[in-house]
């Protein structure tokens, strides 16, 4: 059984930054690609970034480049999301996911975590 467990949300300023982290169970972490959505209040879940088995491929939202960083741990089955110079845009409740393949498409992951808060404030 997989499950995935996220922590390191919380309450920040403006320009502050947060790593978020993703704890995962399951024999096949090594080989599976990890991904980061969110959502926020009244929207649809959105890609944030992903990353293959290896950590030698990612990919991010355009929104998020230079200014988020995922990586993975496959010796600790864990997945991270450094989060810098955070704006008040980026509140909303971040997910990780687990998927098959490199996308930005929230179906294509089919394990999901309960998600971590984070909210920013101006």
């Known amino acids: 059984q997989v499950q995935l467990v996220e922590s390191g949300g919380g309450l920040v300023q403006a320009g502050d930054s947060l790593r978020l982290s993703c704890a995962a169970s399951?024999?096949?972490?090594?080989?599976?690609?990890m991904g980061w959505f969110r959502q926020a209040p009244g929207k649809e879940r959105e890609f944030v970034a992903a990353?293959?088995?290896?950590?030698?491929?990612?990919t991010y939202a355009d929104s998020e480049k230079g200014r988020f960083t995922i990586s993975r741990d496959n010796a600790k089955n864990m997945v991270y999301l450094q989060m810098n110079n955070l704006k008040p845009e980026d509140t909303a409740i971040y997910y990780c996911a687990r998927g098959a393949t490199l996308s930005i498409i929230p179906t294509h992951y089919t394990f999901w975590g309960q998600g971590t808060q984070v909210t920013v404030s101006s």
């Open positions: 990353i293959t088995w290896t950590g030698g491929s990612t």
């Open positions: 399951g024999r096949t972490f090594s080989s599976a690609v």
